[in-house]
C-alpha cells in the first residue's frame, strides 16, 4: 500500500484526504472515484441518446432507463462494484443478474477487470489517470478533438455541454476504436458521464451518440 500512495496523490481520481493507520476496515484505501467509499454506496445514472449529432440540441433525448452503480466490496487495492437497472427501466428484463466486476489499482494507474455499462470500452485497459491542465482537450459536436494517436488517452477538458448535460473542469479517459469512441468523464469525487460516439460509415454520414449521465441531487 505504501508504494501506492505517492502515485495515488497524484491521481485526479482520488479525493484530497490523509488517511492513518487507524483508517476503518470500512474504507481501507484511499477513495477512487467515489469519496468516502463504502460498502453498499450507490449512484445512478440515466441513459440517453443523440439521434443524428448534426441536429443538436434537438436530437438530444433522455431514456427510461437508470443503472444503479453499487459498491460490493473492498480490498487494499481492490474495489468490487456491480450494475443493474431499475425495475421501470426501459431495457429492464426480470431475473436478469447485475453485473460484477472490480477495479484493480496498478503502478501505472486504474485497471479495469470484466464486462460493464460504464467501463466495458476499457475493459482489462490500465486508465492513465495522471491528467493535468497542460493535456487538453475540446469539444466538437457529440466528440472531443484528441492531438493523439494513443488508443487511451487521459487528459482535462475545461467544458462539455450536450443537451441537458453540463460539465465544467473535469478529467477524461477517452479510447478510440474502429468508427466509435468512448469518452469518460470524471473528477476527484466521482464518476459522472460515460460517453459514446458512432461513426456511420454507410451513406448518408451520419454520426450518433449515447450515454449513462450521473443523477445528482
Known sequence: MKKLLPFMALLLMIAACNQDDNTQATTPIEPIIFSDV?????????????????????????????????????EESKIFLQ???TEYSENYYENTPPVQYSLDFTDGGLLSVGSSYLFSPYSEDTLRLHTSND????????????????????AFISTFELGDISLMDKSVSSKGEFLTSYDLFYDSEKIYTLHTVFFDDVGPFNVSAFGWNLIEE
Open 83 to 85: 450494475e443493474s437497472l
Open 38 to 74: 463504502e460498502v453498499g454506496q450507490k449512484f445512478f445514472y440515466q441513459r440517453y441518446v443523440v439521434n443524428n449529432c448534426d441536429s443538436l440540441p434537438g436530437s438530444f433525448e433522455w431514456r427510461d432507463d437508470t443503472l444503479v452503480l453499487e459498491v460490493t466490496g473492498l
Open 135 to 154: 493535456n487538453t482537450v475540446e469539444q466538437n459536436g457529440c466528440h472531443l478533438l484528441h492531438d493523439s494517436s494513443e488508443s487511451v488517452i487521459g
